[in-house]
């Protein structure tokens, strides 16, 4: 399972990618005001760090509109996966720009018939919000699974699963054994996943043990 990192903040991408854990970048309208910065300068910085997609989020609400921001977008690197709202709009500019070679991610996703349309339209990327569903008392993860079973039957759908909304490390986890081709995660859940308390106890131990011999390495 590929690991998108959920954030438009560099020095939180810049780190994470040094760990190797970082195979794309997923923004969104709510991330990129939380910078404060311009769009087009995170898009451009995030770009020089990270190889691969890198989901930038149109704004037009109409399919003529989300197609010029998504050609304008798509301008900044060869990487860019333009983000389209689940709508009808958004299907249309989704069907356009995937017929003119740009990824596409399509988003705002909360049923598996929604995801279904937009495998018909030619989605790169599905991104179903599993935290929101949650949210809602709704196991988000069963539309993992839902999504994933229409997916499989249907050889012609080459759309991947991008888990969104994700919360937890159980999200994770459970989001891989489900089969999903990318989860997307925001920075202190990724790190969350590296933790252990017995990894922590045991390193503890192993220093105390190796100061005791009263040796250095080097
Ligand atoms: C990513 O593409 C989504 O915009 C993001 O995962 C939404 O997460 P949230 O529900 O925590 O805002």
Known sequence: MKFFVD??????????????????VTTNPSLVAK??????DILKDICDIVDGPVSAEVTALDAPGMIAQGEKL??????????????????KACRHLTDKGIMVNVTLCFSA???????????????????????LAIDGMDLIAE????????????TEILVASVRSPNH???????????????????????????????????LADWEKTGQEIG
């Open 113 to 135: 018939v929604q995801a279904l349309m937009a495998g018909k339209a030619g989605a790169t990327f599905i991104s179903p919000f599993v935290g929101r569903l949650d949210d």
């Open 7 to 24: 954030t438009a903040d560099i020095d939180e991408i810049k780190e994470l990618a040094e760990a190797g854990l970082v195979d794309g």
């Open 74 to 91: 798509a301008k900044t690197a060869d990487n860019i996966a333009v983000k389209v709202p689940l709508t009808i709009e958004g299907l």
């Open 35 to 40: 910078t404060g910065r311009k769009f087009g």
């Open 147 to 158: 999504i994933r079973a229409i997916y499989d039957n249907y050889d012609s759908i080459t």
């Open 172 to 206: 994770v986890a459970q989001a891989a054994i489900m089969g999903a081709d990318v989860c997307t995660i925001p920075p202190s859940t990724l790190r969350q996943l590296i933790k252990h308390p017995l990894t922590d106890i045991g390193l503890a131990a192993f």
